[in-house]
């Protein structure tokens, strides 16, 4: 199985920060990678797919690198509308999804 | 515009089969993945399957072939049949639109685009 961690797992952060959330996967997944936004209630929102590319209609502030078995997420300046909880999902030569345990970034 | 809505009984008694839907509007069904998403009070996201408009399916092994994914072309829908429930799968059910790509002829499928705003399930007797 697909083992897949999530560092770190809570981060408190203002207005204004660059933060980098770090994804890690027990074995490659190429970049095959996607980044999910969620917020309590609500539905996850597709924030970066394929490891780096951004999806339609997603601030520029949010960039995703990575390939293989480490990956990371950036805002570059945290908005107050991105206080939320992250996660990353792998899609693997297995043809499973799998998430990791999700990131909250919240007020400092 | 693309929107998923499911629909289902909100509660289930322990051992049955818990039943959902997926209606799918503004998309095309042929073109897509189909997939099912499920998140504990409190918890992360899991993950319970997937199936392509020609009836192919993958799902999660955790679930252990409790879950049947199945679609409806006619009626751009697809459904969800999880046996045997316990309170473990009292729990938000979400479906959602997968992103798929071709290689070398085949679709792989590898994110979720659009999602339902999910519908929560209780298992209680």
């Known amino acids: 199985d697909i083992q897949m961690t999530q560092s770190p797992s809570t981060l408190s952060a203002s207005v204004g920060d660059r933060i980098t959330i770090t994804c890690r996967v027990s074995?490659?997944?190429?970049?095959?990678l996607a980044w999910y936004q969620q917020k309590p209630g609500r539905a996850p929102q597709l924030l970066i797919f394929?490891?780096?590319t951004l999806q339609s209609g997603v601030p520029s502030r949010f960039s995703g690198s990575g390939s293989g078995t480490e990956f990371t997420l950036t805002i570059s300046s945290l908005q107050p509308d991105d206080f939320a909880t992250y996660y990353c999902q792998q899609y693997n030569s297995f043809s499973i999804f799998t998430f990791g345990p999700g990131t909250k970034v919240d007020v400092k | 515009q693309v929107q998923l809505q499911e629909s289902g009984p909100g509660l289930v008694k322990p051992s049955e089969t818990l039943s959902l839907t997926c209606t799918v509007s503004?998309?095309?069904?042929?073109?897509?993945?189909w997939s099912w998403i499920r998140q504990s009070p409190g918890k992360g996201l899991d993950w319970i399957g997937y199936?392509?408009?020609?009836?192919?399916?993958n799902y999660n092994p955790s679930l252990k072939s409790r879950a049947t994914i199945s679609v409806d072309t006619s009626k751009k829908s697809f459904s969800l049949k999880l046996n045997s429930v316990t309170a473990a799968d009292t729990a938000v059910y979400y479906c959602?639109?997968?992103?798929?790509?071709?290689?070398?002829?085949?679709?792989?499928?590898?994110?979720?685009?659009?999602w339902g705003q999910g519908t929560t399930v209780t298992v209680s007797s």
């Open positions: 199936i392509y408009f020609n009836g192919s399916t």
């Open positions: 074995q490659s997944v190429s970049t095959w």
């Open positions: 503004g998309a095309s069904i042929y073109s897509y993945y």
């Open positions: 394929k490891s780096s």
């Open positions: 959602a639109r997968v992103l798929i790509t071709m290689i070398r002829g085949d679709p792989h499928p590898y994110a979720m685009d659009y």
